[in-house]
């Protein structure tokens, strides 16, 4: 049986993808999210600054970290 990776619970059905369609969606969300929503790319022109001091700590990277691969 599969189990939650939260709680370690066994659970049912466990969430079936291709851990490379994953990263492609998670990928696709990501820069949709980076490109439309977020403010601080267009504040930070520094690519360097903008991911240590804004990306590293997204929760948006968090949410997508928690489906799967790293992204």
Known sequence: MAKCKFCGQGVRVAPVFHPACWEQRANKVAEAFCDEYCRWPNEVKDQRDLIELHCSKCVVVE?????????
Do not use: A, P, S
Not at 63 to 71: A, H, I, Q
């Open 63 to 71: 949410l997508l970290r928690m489906g799967g691969n790293e992204v």
